[in-house]
């Protein structure tokens, strides 16, 4: 097993510590096996692991890996509903993410959420990653959306059939949702992902939630009576808020959130995934990557929404998880990242 020794450069632990130069950092494999001044650590190494190899690193600061908890792996940087749901066999979505992997990972993010996505392609690399078969950071991943007619997932009108190759899984009855629980656990995912209610910037709703508090309670239970995690999509109050008294382990977007709906997130400690690297990468580069001007102004309309109301969550102790989105056209594998961060200062007031 290989072994690293990176010396001489500034230690960043993420633990709110200073910053601790003059370090060194010993890697066995994929293991961290010792951090401290750079010659404890060369002594250390010196008796324990001879023949290691050394890296230089004066001059640069180590740190962590990053974790982006909102990945598709599976997209393909799409530009079109179309070209997300239809164009692509699963075969090629695989063998493209295995390459946008290496990418997330040369990005320096070294764990990684896909919370939804076409065909099995990312419980597949999940599996090929732990299996050394492929370069990629840790996954934890969910297989399709469970969505109504009425949710993000209802892409296409009624009288076209749901492709298999869509993103979403159609389910309109209870029933329908529990046995979809039960398959997708079956077939080896980590977390249930819901399409709780639609997008603004795609002329649907949010105001509502497309599932019923007892279908959310249904989802949630059996997901938990099977192990697992779910989370879902809402940017509305409505849908965000039931979420969370359905038991939801965490909330993608929640925009536009009310001051009950806060206090009800504080309550049970749900987190909150903003993803503002997505609509911020709109706002400010629209016209560039196609953006109708309609679509832009959606996009500055929810991040005020995001300033009012996100940042009054976080104040109030809602825990936040970064993550970018990635896998549209807007939010391309392996380049912002890092830039989320960011955003989370800007538009929420979070500090560095």
């Not at 969505?147 to 190759?165: L, R």
Request: some cysteine; hydrophobic content about 40%.
């Amino acid at each position: 097993m290989a072994v690293h020794l990176y010396a001489g450069g500034t230690i960043l632990d993420a633990t709110g510590a200073a910053p601790k130069p003059g370090h060194a950092l010993l890697v066995e494999g994929n293991r961290i096996a010792r951090i401290g001044p750079e010659s404890d650590v060369k002594a250390y190494a010196d008796r324990h692991y001879p023949g290691y190899v050394a890296i230089d690193a004066r001059g640069a600061t180590v740190m962590p890996g990053l974790i982006d908890v909102h990945v598709h792996i599976s997209y393909g940087d799409i530009t079109s509903a179309e070209e997300l749901n239809i164009y692509s066999s699963a075969e090629y979505r695989t063998l493209r993410g295995a390459h946008n992997l290496k990418k997330v990972l040369r990005a320096g993010v070294t764990a990684i959420c896909d919370p939804g996505g076409t065909w099995r392609v990312s419980t597949a690399l999940r599996d090929a990653v732990n299996a050394g078969l492929i370069e990629g950071p840790r996954m934890v991943a969910a297989s399709q959306y469970l969505s109504t007619y009425n949710g993000i997932g209802g892409v296409f009108p009624v009288w076209v059939e749901q492709p298999p190759s869509a993103f979403s899984v159609l389910c309109n009855s209870q029933d329908e949702m529990v046995a979809e629980v039960r398959r997708q656990v079956r077939d080896g995912v980590d977390i249930i992902k819901v399409a709780g209610d639609g997008d603004i910037h795609r002329n649907t709703d949010v105001s509502y939630g497309s599932l019923s508090p007892d279908d959310l309670l249904a989802i949630a239970g059996m997901t938990h009576r099977l192990g697992k995690r779910c989370t879902i999509h809402a940017r509305g109050n409505r849908a965000a808020r039931e979420a969370v008294e359905a038991g939801f382990d965490w909330i993608i977007h929640a925009s536009y959130i009310t001051d009950d709906t806060i206090g009800a997130f504080v309550e049970r400690r749900t987190p909150i995934n903003p993803t503002l690297s997505l609509l911020a990468n709109i706002v400010e580069w629209g016209p560039d990557l196609g953006a109708s001007a309609v679509v832009v102004e959606h996009m500055k309309r929810e991040l005020d929404a995001v300033h009012t109301n996100l940042s009054k969550a976080y104040r109030a102790g809602v825990p936040i998880m970064a993550g970018t989105d990635s896998g549209q056209s807007s939010v391309p594998y392996g380049e912002w990242h890092a830039r989320e961060l960011e955003h989370l200062m800007r538009y929420m007031d979070m500090s560095a």
